[in-house]
């Protein structure tokens, strides 16, 4: 199986603080791999070192069988790069940047072709400044894209999208994965990285504190979770079953336990039950993505 991109114990710190920490993941070629993580994780040291935009202090960087610092060169004709802010010339027309951006590589995609794939080609003639923010996104991955690259960085692909132009990206993304495109996706968006993703890498820490399929994660999880009023004395309802309950997001509990049963279930809702405290959502193992991010990050901070 080939692999685009090897990190092996990469370390990176500034003074004292350890922004990635001993972090070892192959991203195989052709799977689209999201990186997820609380902010301060680690996430963008990582992305900008196999860029080559920053050097590790230790450990193995290999992207496309390349060192993205000493063959950088090399490794730019090879890599797409959608970045969160573009640094795009604000006065600039929509089909002129990409036309620019066409002109630095041998065998780029025609323009306008880009436009239509991105869903911009009726706004070809309409400057930089006065795209909207998800227009200026879609502009964003056409950059990315113009030299027909085998791996592409998505940082926050749909960031500041209305749920039209998400879905539309998606799709994109989706048209890439059918040509066999390599993907490395950084979102804050759970449903984004379920949806698009083969693999997951959950950071914390600068640590990977978990990695696999989103479903594999996900089934993984034998929690209790439930939605009541915030605040409630987690301490005391501990005391009551024994198994540790945490507070994850603002009235929403996680009851952790490998082995939820019929018992644990009664013995949470009576407790709830004593206190007035009314359930508005209950489940027993992960109810998606985003509760699994929850409780894997939650616990690793502890």
């Known amino acids: 199986m080939s692999i685009s991109i090897h990190l092996e114990n990469l370390t990176k710190r500034y003074d004292a603080l350890t922004a990635v920490d001993g972090l070892s993941l192959d991203v195989r070629t052709g799977e689209t791999y999201a990186l997820l993580g609380p902010n301060g994780a680690g996430k963008t040291t990582t ?10 202090d230790s450990g193995t960087v290999e992207v496309l069988g390349l060192n993205p610092v000493s063959d950088r060169t090399r490794l730019q004709r090879r890599i797409g790069v959608m970045l969160q802010e573009g640094g795009v010339y ?11 951006f066409a002109s630095y590589y041998p065998s780029a995609r025609a323009t306008d072709e880009l436009l239509e794939l991105v869903g ?24 990315a894209l113009v030299n027909r690259p085998q791996l592409v960085f998505l940082d926050e692909p749909t960031a500041g999208m209305d749920p039209v132009a998400r879905r539309t990206t998606w799709e994109i993304i989706e048209h890439m994965q059918s040509e066999g495109v390599t993907i490395l996706l950084t979102t804050h968006f759970m449903d984004e990285a379920e949806r698009l993703a083969d693999r997951v890498g959950i950071l914390n820490h600068g640590r990977l504190v ?12 034998g929690d209790v979770s439930f939605v009541s009023v915030p605040q409630l004395p987690v ?16 009235g929403f509990y996680v009851v952790t336990t490998d ?3 019929p018992a644990l279930v009664s013995n949470v809702t009576a407790w709830l039950a004593n206190r007035d405290a009314l359930i508005t959502e209950l489940r027993v193992g992960a109810g998606g993505l985003e509760e699994v991010f929850l409780a894997l990050t939650e616990e690793n901070n502890r």
């Open 47 to 56: 992305v900008e070192i196999l860029e080559g935009l920053r050097a590790s």
């Open 90 to 100: 604000q006065g600039a027309k929509a089909r002129e940047v990409v036309s620019l």
């Open 120 to 143: 911009l080609a009726d706004r070809a003639t309409t400057l930089h400044r006065r795209l909207s923010g998800g227009e200026k996104q879609r502009l964003s991955l056409a950059l």
């Open 210 to 221: 978990a990695e696999g399929s989103p479903s594999d994660l996900i089934q993984a999880r």
């Open 235 to 250: 301490e005391e309802l501990i005391e009551e079953i024994g198994i540790d309950v945490r507070e994850v997001r603002t």
């Open 259 to 261: 082995t939820p049963s």
